[in-house]
């Protein structure tokens, strides 16, 4: 399959427009024209293999091998740019950004190495920091999350779930806002969509947000 035979990039960027496609990107596909290379999007990744899509196509992509013993080029990460060959992914695109943090840490002493960057997600341009009002609330960990978010310059947003659980969710607002200081706080509802409006600035045309939580919750309410 040829996935460039229904994609033009030259005619129609709209679709890659609405998921976030920049100058920044365009000026790194320009030296690749007419080399047959098609940008994608990374939106998921599982083990050696990689969801993309290039806004109306979907593949589930490898990774060329010259790139898997390339130590100077980035591993592709979910919302990383890369460019493909048919479903081979042959470049990654130089991130605008990218939250991430070090890698987990050795079992033993003797295994100890130096930590490597582990990329969570890449070209952000804002951050949810998702808890639930139930037992999951953590205020701590909340502080954990703003602190990896700021270090990786990159903005914030906290969004408290679960607000028709609680009879008094501003209470919860208002612990949050005091370790949070200017950070935006939404208090959401799926069940009544109380707060859900107010997200959508974040998910507008051209915007990546990432939600970022227990794995229960760092979905989209």
């Keep these: 399959m040829n996935i460039g035979q229904d ?10 427009l609405q998921m976030g496609w920049t100058p920044h990107f365009q000026a790194q596909l320009e030296p690749f024209s007419g080399n047959g290379l098609i940008p994608a999007r990374v939106t998921g990744v599982r083990k050696n293999s990689f969801y993309t899509t290039d806004g109306k196509n979907e593949w589930l992509a ?14 592709p990460a979910t919302g990383d740019w890369v460019l493909m060959a048919d479903t081979v992914i042959s470049r990654v695109l130089v991130r605008l950004n990218a939250l991430s943090r070090g890698a987990s840490g050795a079992r033993s002493k003797q295994e100890a190495q130096p930590k490597k ?26 502080e954990r999350y703003l602190t990896l978010v700021y270090n990786c310059g990159l903005d914030p947003v906290i969004i408290l779930t679960k607000a028709d659980l609680h009879p008094d969710p ?35 045309f051209g915007q990546t947000m990432a939600w970022w939580g227990p794995p229960a919750l760092a979905n989209p309410p």
């Design 7 to 16: 994609t033009n990039i030259n005619n129609d960027t709209h679709h890659l």
């Design 62 to 75: 490898t990774l060329a091998g010259r790139l898997k013993y390339d130590t100077g080029s980035p591993y």
């Design 117 to 142: 960057e582990q990329v969570i997600a890449a070209n952000l341009n804002t951050v949810a920091i998702v808890s639930g009002l139930d037992q999951d609330f953590n205020l701590r960990r909340i």
């Design 170 to 204: 501003d209470h919860f607002a208002g612990e949050v806002e005091a370790v949070a200081l200017g950070v935006p706080i939404h208090l959401v509802s799926a069940s009544d969509d109380t707060g859900l409006a107010a997200l959508t600035p974040y998910l507008a």
